[in-house]
């Protein structure tokens, strides 16, 4: 093989290797780009479902707020009436214990 020979096989070689690496990296970056896409489909739906779930615990805080809030109610109206029962409670036993006192 002369130098001649050598040359254009060298550079036959080289072509098809760069054409070879071409196809190769265009294809890697259809690739990246297809991951790309992907995570921004990702983190949009991230940041979606991001929004909702904030929206829903808003919701179920104010429903909480609100619960507590009527609880909180209910449980003073029981106090209430227990402190009535019990002030009438001592005054009849007040009454009862001067009913049966030996000086009356």
Known sequence: ???????????????ETRRH??????????DIQAVAEG???VSERLDNFRTEV?????EVRSMIKFSHAELDRRVRTLEDG???LE??????QARVE???SPTH
């Open 82 to 84: 227990q402190h009535k």
């Open 54 to 58: 904030k929206e829903e615990f808003a």
């Open 1 to 15: 093989m002369d130098d001649d020979e050598l040359k254009r096989l060298f550079e036959t070689t080289h072509a």
């Open 98 to 100: 001067r009913l049966e």
């Open 21 to 30: 690496f071409d196809v190769v990296a265009e294809d890697l970056r259809r």
């Open 87 to 92: 002030e009438i409670v001592s005054e009849l």
């Open 39 to 41: 995570v921004i489909s």
